[in-house]
Structure formats: C-alpha cells, structure tokens
C-alpha cells in the first residue's frame, strides 16, 4: 500500500439533504454541484461540473483561470474518466464515500453500485470508513486534516455552507458572468482531496494517527494498516 497512488474523489452538493450526519443517505434527496478529483501519482486534479458549458461559453475558461483545477469539465464526462481510471487498476480513495459519495454517484449515473459495475472491490479506500471499523467513532475530515497536516491546512469552508454559496454562484454568474463564487466552491472541493491524499499518505508513513473523532473530548490513537473498505 505504500506505493498506492489513489485516486482521490470528493462530490459537493447544489443542497442540503435530510438526514442524521454521519448516516447513510438517501441519494435521491441530493444534487450534485461538482467533483473534485485529485490524480495523486500525476498531482493533477479535475473537477467535474454541473453546469451547462454551451449554455455559457466562457465559464469553463473562467474557472480554469480562477481555480486550482488543472482540467475543468463537464459533469457528464465523469463517468468516461471514472471508467478510464478504473480500467488501469487504480485505486479509489474516499472520505465517507462509503455512506455518501458513492451511493449519489450512482445515483447520478444511473447505476444501482457504481462500484460494482465498474469492478472495484478491493480497490476502494476510505479513511472515515477505516477509522469507523476499527474503532467504531465516526470522524470528520477536518479533525483528520488538522490531526495529520496541522491546523494550518483546515478546511476552507464547512460543508454545509458549501451549497448555498454555490447557489448563489450560479446566480452571480447568470446575472454579470461573476464566476469568484463558484471557484471558491470548486477550491474548497479540490482542497478537500488534495488534503485526503496528505491524511492517507501521512498514515500509511507513520502506521498510526492520533484524532479526535466527533463527541470524543481526547485523542484517539488509529493504527493504520491499509485504509482499506472491507466491501
């Protein structure tokens, strides 16, 4: 595993669903606004987005300029690079994808388990997923970041702020092309898989981590043996 390269996937969402955080969700109760994905052996990362590039030409230009995205491209095109990436053997690295992303995903895509269509059993990694086996806490991304790669790189946004800001981004944009919104949307996307991959890397170089999982007070020590999902 460490010579694992993952491929890093992170959806935002157009809204917020209902729901107990934390919980497996209901994917038609969600609409996706972008994902961000982070090529972690190339250290390229593209972002999908749900947005009509013919409708509005110079957006996906615009964003290309205004984000940290090497690759800007259409929502619908996913799937082809999903099916391209999962072709070579890659690995998938998620946080909570197990419970959120995955199941919206197919969702989107139309498939029932996106993960077994595309024969990804034993492939996919998740760092909420692992902790929450071997320790039975349920752990944010944040507190893994700040845990792993110091406070410094937190988050940029929270999460559900996230939906809004792009909604009003959408209209920003409409209404005189203003496209900051959207990319702060998209940069808080790209970080939050670039910083996945820091959390992942870091564990697997150090065998263990010390976090602070939600409605725990002290550190809790994970041994980190692969990030491995058992799907």
Request: proline share 4%; glycine share 8%.
């Amino acid at each position: 595993m460490s010579d694992c390269f993952p491929i890093v996937v992170d959806i935002e969402t157009a809204n917020l669903g209902p729901g107990t955080p934390g919980q497996k969700v209901n994917p038609v109760d969600w609409e996706i606004s972008c994902v961000g994905v982070f090529d972690s052996f190339s250290s390229e990362s593209y972002i999908f987005v749900a947005l009509d590039f013919e409708a509005y030409p110079s957006l996906q230009q615009s964003l290309l300029e205004a984000t940290t995205a090497d690759y800007v491209l259409p929502l619908n095109q996913f799937l082809h690079s999903l099916n391209h990436w999962a072709s070579t053997g890659r690995y998938f690295l998620t946080h909570r994808g197990h419970n959120f992303d995955w199941p919206i995903l197919s969702h989107y895509l139309g498939f029932e388990t996106l993960y077994d269509i595309l024969n990804l059993k034993g492939h996919l990694l998740d760092t909420h997923a692992y902790i929450e086996q071997q320790t039975g806490y349920n752990c944010g991304l944040n507190a893994l970041i700040t845990a792993c790669l110091g406070e410094s790189e937190e988050k940029i946004l929270k999460g559900k702020d996230a939906p809004r800001i792009w909604q009003q981004g959408v209209a920003d944009y409409q209404r005189d092309f203003d496209s900051s919104l959207l990319a702060l949307v998209i940069n808080y996307c790209l970080g939050d898989v670039v910083k996945t991959y820091g959390v992942f890397h870091y564990g697997i170089s150090h065998g263990s981590i010390e976090v602070v999982p939600y409605g725990v007070e002290s550190k809790v020590s994970v041994e980190i043996e692969s990030w491995g999902m058992n799907l």
